[in-house]
């Protein structure tokens, strides 16, 4: 062998030798990459299950489930230094402040929550408290949460009467007495007689007693600030089960309601005269007949203000005697309406025809009094309860001149109308509603329950449901809201969105979970979103905000229509259409209610400083908050814009956010970095297009083949080059899917004006953090791919992850450059942003660069999207040509957008 010989066989071993090691760390780079994506989506789950341990007060599951995320956000830190040479180790002192003042917040809290929660204000009781509210107070709740005129209010949990129960020790005696009842031994009349006495003999715990004067006092100063200043003040003691105003079991009429209560003693002796009711011998015998355990300790104490009622009743919203003659039944009875609910007074009957009614007469249509008064039965009325100055009730006589006159005006009646149709097309079944009219008119809603519907037989009838749903997800923050759809497809519409003031509540829609919409998260009614998970930034921002979320819709962009009135019920993750003609008045009547200008959709949705972040619950409300702030809130919401820094990481979701973003950029300098030591690993793709880059193989990404071991890396590389069949990676053979498509025009020529303008442009982009355009190569993996290209006079960047975990699939994508001239480049990058934003990615366009992103998407979504991507470079090749006027964009993406994948064929047209 002579000399040049040895010498050349040297340089080649040196030369595999480095590029072998250039391979070796590449692909721990992305096996650390890969680690990393899953690390984070654990942390996002475990910032969700410290939120709802948080909000259920389970402060031992809340300590172990901090425990584990502070651990697994470090290993993020250690992750993005890995992925970035060391370039981030002040990420660690970070993690080690941020980790000890949480654990100092928890100590607080845990400390503080040693006393249970017994009283929650009506309008801070979130979803995840209802199982401690019961059903009636949870029902008021979400009523008042879309503003519809129900009492304000506060519920003494469940805890409170199991404690109440068990610090008297009678829990043991009440399930003794049971026994004997269900022996035989005792007569349930007796037993519930002995444990009414031993009710009224206990005392209340000390910590209950101070949380409910409270509760009560701040209920006062609320309710007298309304009133002008009245120092009077009463409010009612009403039952709320968990097992109560259900459809299968409503136990109307079996526990005691205490009115007109005017003092804190009388307030504690009502609370106990509703637990004992709970013990009558009527809810004894209920539960045993119903099936149900008769030594049941779930019962709730709703404390709501006083109506001064001139005239209360029932409003069912569909006749139960002829469902299906689309009249509503509606009694009325004059002052408190209780005697009425025992038949002691005769009371009003009204059947007004449904406003949706289509065999109403046109006489009917045309005159409200006649379809509202029509077959209405006027009684006598002789007595009434009203409010005693004392507190309690006291019986009167009706005057004379008011025993025959309609308790009821035809606006009242169009009014109830209205709500009863409103909650039914809220709640999709009909509806036994409870309520009082003032003596200035105005109406209270009291009570909402589903009503259950009957054959003349006793055969139970399904309740009528509402319309089929228009979309379909997963619930991601429980809740339900009204209101009008608004579309935002990029961060443009999302900026344009925060200036506008709606006098009507709003439904946020969303092609996927766009991070920068959590700034103005608490102006929305609720979130739609097209490509996400309950795990995801926004929802769990929307969870603490207490805004109702659905997502995983895949469709909604597609369906819904900004400015169209929907019901968002994120509790059954359904969309389904609201009443126009209901809503557009209440939204109206709203706002102009309020007085203090704010538009109906900040009255609707919760605003920020009554979201649950300041959720007010008595007792603890500020050490709650405190670590609240340290986990959940997500403060970088603009990634690379001057505030997307470390130094503004004030929360573990900031510190979660801000690695995964760097760490994407990482994989990113990897390729370049391995085109100097490895650029014989890498091998040209050959589609039969004149559209080129070389692959370099992470693993799993090509079919293997043996390669020569003589000559330079171009001269290897090209003697072994990769077909179609040769390329295993899912995002890239989904990518080649579309770049193949047969309708696109890879073997035109450039349009003669655009390609004078070449000369001299430069095709870099310098704007972004990551320059477009350096090297035409790909990174692949089996379920990833990198691709950096040009694309004949643009500059293409692709990274994707197309995977089985949705969480951590994504595609982002960069286009720019061009040699026409930044006017039509830019007509180009609107004609991207179009298509793009039509296939569900956010985009944001500044001059002739486009940037989008889709995260959170299924395998078969993100596959199908690099599908386009490819069909897309190829029918954006010498498209600048085409963009001669401000129109052609549209028109371009039009034809896209159906399919028609060849410009050539809209040149004429368009230009």
Same mark, same amino acid.
């Given at each position: 062998?002579?000399?040049?010989?040895?010498?050349?066989?040297?340089?080649?071993?040196? #030369?595999?030798?480095?590029?072998?090691?250039?391979?070796?760390?590449?692909?721990?780079?992305?096996? $650390?990459?890969?680690?990393?994506?899953?690390?984070?989506?654990?942390?996002?789950?475990?910032?969700?299950?410290?939120?709802?341990?948080?909000?259920?007060?389970?402060?031992?599951?809340?300590?172990?489930?901090?425990?584990?995320?502070?651990?697994?956000?470090?290993?993020?830190?250690?992750?993005?230094?890995?992925?970035?040479?060391?370039?981030?180790?002040?990420?660690?002192?970070?993690?080690?402040?941020?980790?000890?003042?949480?654990?100092?917040?928890?100590?607080?809290?845990?400390?503080?929550?040693?006393? /249970?929660?017994?009283?929650?204000?009506?309008?801070?009781?979130?979803?995840?408290?209802?199982?401690?509210?019961?059903?009636? !107070?949870?029902?008021?709740?979400?009523?008042?949460?879309?503003?519809? /005129?129900? /009492?304000?209010?506060?519920?003494? %949990?469940?805890?409170?009467?199991?404690?109440?129960?068990?610090?008297?020790?009678?829990?043991?005696?009440?399930?003794?007495?049971?026994?004997?009842?269900?022996?035989?031994?005792?007569? =349930?009349?007796?037993?519930?007689?002995?444990?009414?006495?031993?009710?009224?003999?206990?005392?209340?715990?000390?910590?209950?007693?101070?949380?409910?004067?409270?509760?009560?006092?701040?209920?006062?100063? %609320?309710?007298?600030?309304?009133?002008?200043?009245?120092?009077?003040?009463?409010?009612?003691?009403?039952?709320?089960?968990?097992?109560?105003?259900?459809?299968?079991?409503?136990? &109307?009429?079996?526990?005691?309601?205490?009115?007109?209560? %005017?003092?804190?003693?009388?307030?504690?002796?009502?609370?106990?005269?509703?637990?004992?009711?709970?013990?009558?011998?009527?809810? =004894?015998?209920?539960?045993?007949?119903?099936?149900?355990?008769?030594?049941?300790?779930?019962?709730?104490?709703?404390?709501?203000?006083?109506?001064?009622? #001139?005239?209360?009743?029932?409003?069912?919203?569909?006749?139960?005697?002829?469902?299906?003659?689309?009249?509503?039944?509606?009694?009325?009875?004059?002052?408190?309406?209780?005697?009425?609910?025992?038949?002691?007074?005769?009371?009003?009957?009204?059947?007004?025809?449904?406003?949706?009614?289509?065999?109403?007469?046109?006489?009917?249509?045309?005159?409200?009094?006649?379809?509202?008064?029509?077959?209405?039965?006027?009684?006598?009325?002789?007595?009434?309860?009203?409010?005693?100055?004392?507190?309690?009730?006291?019986?009167?006589?009706?005057?004379?001149? *008011?025993?025959?006159?309609?308790?009821?005006?035809?606006?009242?009646?169009?009014?109830?109308?209205?709500?009863?149709?409103?909650?039914?097309?809220?709640?999709?079944? &009909?509806?036994?509603?409870?309520?009082?009219?003032?003596?200035?008119?105005?109406?209270?809603?009291?009570?909402?329950?589903?009503?259950?519907?009957?054959?003349?037989?006793? @055969?139970?009838?399904?309740?009528?449901?509402?319309?089929?749903?228009?979309?379909?997800?997963?619930?991601?923050?429980?809740?339900?809201?009204?209101?009008? $759809?608004?579309?935002?497809?990029?961060?443009? *519409?999302?900026?344009?969105?925060?200036?506008?003031?709606? =006098?009507?509540?709003?439904?946020?829609?969303?092609?996927?979970?766009?991070?920068?919409?959590?700034?103005?998260? @608490?102006?929305?009614?609720?979130?739609?979103?097209?490509?996400?998970?309950?795990?995801?930034?926004?929802?769990?921002?929307?969870?603490?905000?207490?805004?109702?979320?659905?997502?995983?819709?895949?469709?909604?962009?597609?369906?819904?229509?900004?400015? #169209?009135?929907?019901?968002?019920?994120?509790?059954?993750?359904?969309?389904?259409?609201?009443?126009?003609?209901?809503?557009?008045?209440?939204? #109206?009547?709203?706002?102009?209610?309020?007085?203090?200008?704010?538009?109906?959709?900040?009255?609707?949705?919760?605003?920020?400083?009554?979201?649950?972040?300041?959720?007010?619950?008595?007792?603890?409300?500020? &050490?709650?908050?405190?670590?609240?702030?340290?986990?959940? /809130?997500?403060?970088?919401?603009?990634?690379?814009?001057?505030?997307?820094?470390?130094?503004?990481?004030?929360?573990?979701?900031?510190?979660?956010?801000?690695? @995964?973003?760097?760490?994407?950029?990482?994989?990113?300098?990897?390729?370049?970095?391995?085109?100097?030591?490895?650029?014989?690993?890498?091998?040209?793709?050959?589609?039969?297009?004149?559209?080129?880059?070389?692959? =370099?193989?992470?693993?799993?990404?090509?079919?293997?083949?043996?390669?020569?071991?003589?000559?330079?890396?171009?001269?290897?590389?090209?003697?072994?080059?990769?077909?179609?069949?040769?390329?295993?990676?899912?995002?890239?053979?989904?990518?080649?899917?579309?770049?193949?498509?047969?309708?696109?025009?890879?073997?035109?020529?450039?349009?003669?004006?655009?390609?004078?303008?070449?000369?001299?442009?430069?095709?870099?982009?310098?704007?972004?953090?990551?320059?477009?355009?350096?090297?035409?190569?790909?990174?692949?993996?089996?379920?990833?791919?990198?691709?950096?290209?040009?694309?004949?006079?643009?500059?293409?960047?692709?990274?994707?992850?197309?995977?089985?975990?949705?969480?951590?699939?994504?595609?982002?994508?960069?286009?720019?450059?061009?040699? !026409?001239?930044?006017?039509?480049?830019?007509?180009?990058?609107?004609?991207?942003?179009?298509?793009?934003?039509?296939?569900?990615?956010?985009?944001?366009?500044?001059?002739?660069?486009?940037? $989008?992103?889709?995260?959170?998407?299924?395998?078969?979504?993100?596959?199908?999207?690099?599908?386009?991507?490819?069909?897309?470079?190829?029918?954006?090749?010498?498209?600048?040509?085409?963009?001669?006027?401000?129109?052609?964009?549209?028109?371009?993406?039009?034809?896209?957008?159906?399919? @028609?994948?060849?410009?050539?064929?809209?040149?004429?047209?368009?230009?």
């Amino acid at each position: 062998m002579s000399v040049f010989s040895e010498i050349r066989t040297a340089i080649a071993n040196r #030369q595999r030798r480095r590029e072998q090691l250039a391979l070796h760390e590449l692909k721990a780079r992305y096996h $650390a990459f890969r680690i990393f994506l899953e690390n984070n989506g654990r942390a996002l789950e475990l910032l969700v299950e410290a939120d709802t341990a948080m909000n259920h007060g389970e402060y031992e599951v809340l300590q172990t489930t901090t425990d584990r995320l502070l651990s697994v956000t470090g290993e993020l830190v250690d992750g993005l230094n890995l992925l970035s040479g060391e370039a981030y180790t002040n990420l660690f002192v970070l993690h080690g402040t941020m980790g000890e003042r949480i654990q100092e917040a928890l100590r607080t809290l845990t400390t503080q929550a040693a006393t /249970p929660r017994c009283c929650i204000a009506l309008d801070s009781l979130e979803p995840s408290l209802y199982p401690l509210a019961g059903n009636k !107070a949870a029902n008021l709740a979400q009523l008042q949460r879309i503003h519809l /005129p129900v /009492p304000d209010g506060f519920v003494c %949990t469940t805890r409170c009467c199991r404690d109440f129960l068990a610090d008297n020790d009678l829990v043991s005696s009440i399930r003794n007495l049971m026994r004997e009842v269900e022996q035989g031994d005792l007569e =349930i009349s007796a037993a519930a007689q002995l444990i009414r006495e031993s009710i009224f003999k206990a005392s209340l715990p000390q910590v209950f007693m101070q949380e409910l004067r409270d509760a009560y006092t701040t209920l006062g100063k %609320t309710s007298n600030s309304k009133e002008g200043g009245n120092e009077r003040f009463a409010i009612s003691v009403r039952s709320s089960g968990v097992a109560e105003d259900r459809p299968d079991h409503s136990f &109307a009429g079996q526990f005691t309601s205490v009115l007109n209560v %005017t003092t804190f003693d009388a307030l504690c002796d009502a609370y106990k005269e509703v637990i004992a009711s709970g013990f009558s011998a009527r809810a =004894i015998a209920y539960r045993i007949n119903a099936g149900l355990s008769p030594v049941d300790f779930d019962l709730a104490v709703l404390c709501q203000s006083m109506v001064d009622a #001139q005239c209360a009743g029932v409003m069912m919203t569909h006749d139960p005697a002829r469902p299906d003659s689309n009249r509503l039944l509606i009694s009325a009875a004059p002052g408190l309406g209780t005697l009425a609910v025992g038949g002691l007074a005769p009371v009003d009957i009204y059947y007004p025809w449904r406003s949706d009614s289509d065999g109403v007469s046109t006489a009917h249509q045309k005159e409200p009094r006649l379809r509202l008064m029509d077959g209405a039965e006027i009684a006598r009325k002789t007595i009434r309860e009203v409010s005693a100055q004392a507190g309690g009730v006291t019986t009167e006589a009706v005057p004379e001149s *008011e025993s025959d006159a309609p308790l009821l005006s035809v606006d009242t009646l169009q009014r109830l109308v209205n709500y009863g149709e409103m909650i039914e097309n809220i709640e999709g079944v &009909a509806q036994d509603v409870e309520w009082a009219v003032t003596h200035d008119g105005t109406i209270q809603l009291l009570q909402a329950r589903p009503l259950r519907l009957t054959t003349r037989s006793g @055969h139970s009838l399904p309740a009528p449901s509402s319309a089929e749903p228009l979309v379909t997800g997963i619930c991601a923050s429980s809740g339900k809201a009204v209101g009008r $759809a608004y579309l935002v497809r990029n961060v443009e *519409e999302l900026q344009g969105a925060q200036m506008t003031q709606d =006098i009507e509540p709003r439904i946020l829609v969303l092609p996927q979970a766009l991070v920068d919409a959590a700034r103005s998260l @608490h102006s929305y009614a609720g979130v739609i979103i097209d490509s996400g998970n309950p795990t995801d930034h926004l929802s769990c921002i929307a969870r603490e905000y207490g805004i109702p979320l659905v997502t995983s819709v895949r469709n909604g962009c597609e369906v819904l229509q900004t400015g #169209q009135w929907i019901v968002l019920d994120a509790d059954n993750g359904l969309v389904q259409p609201a009443s126009e003609h209901l809503w557009n008045s209440f939204a #109206q009547n709203v706002s102009g209610a309020s007085g203090d200008g704010k538009p109906a959709a900040q009255l609707v949705a919760p605003s920020l400083e009554t979201s649950s972040s300041s959720i007010k619950i008595i007792g603890m409300p500020e &050490a709650r908050k405190a670590l609240w702030e340290l986990l959940v /809130p997500l403060n970088l919401t603009e990634a690379y814009g001057p505030t997307f820094s470390w130094q503004e990481c004030r929360s573990v979701h900031d510190l979660v956010r801000y690695t @995964h973003e760097l760490a994407v950029l990482a994989m990113f300098d990897a390729g370049d970095s391995v085109m100097e030591e490895a650029g014989g690993l890498l091998r040209p793709l050959d589609l039969g297009i004149p559209f080129h880059f070389l692959v =370099i193989d992470l693993g799993g990404a090509t079919r293997r083949h043996e390669a020569s071991a003589c000559g330079s890396f171009l001269k290897r590389a090209i003697r072994n080059p990769l077909c179609k069949d040769d390329v295993l990676s899912v995002p890239l053979v989904a990518l080649c899917e579309g770049l193949l498509t047969p309708e696109l025009n890879w073997h035109s020529k450039p349009d003669a004006e655009a390609f004078s303008g070449i000369v001299s442009r430069t095709m870099l982009d310098g704007r972004g953090v990551r320059p477009a355009g350096s090297f035409n190569y790909a990174l692949a993996a089996r379920d990833y791919l990198n691709l950096n290209a040009r694309v004949e006079f643009h500059f293409a960047m692709l990274d994707a992850v197309c995977g089985g975990d949705a969480q951590a699939n994504y595609i982002r994508f960069r286009f720019k450059g061009g040699g !026409a001239g930044l006017v039509r480049g830019h007509r180009r990058a609107v004609f991207l942003k179009l298509v793009l934003e039509g296939h569900g990615f956010v985009t944001s366009v500044i001059g002739d660069l486009i940037t $989008a992103s889709l995260t959170g998407a299924s395998r078969s979504v993100v596959r199908e999207q690099l599908v386009m991507l490819g069909r897309l470079l190829g029918f954006s090749r010498f498209l600048d040509g085409n963009m001669t006027d401000d129109d052609a964009p549209k028109k371009l993406a039009e034809s896209f957008l159906k399919g @028609h994948f060849d410009s050539r064929d809209l040149e004429e047209g368009v230009a």
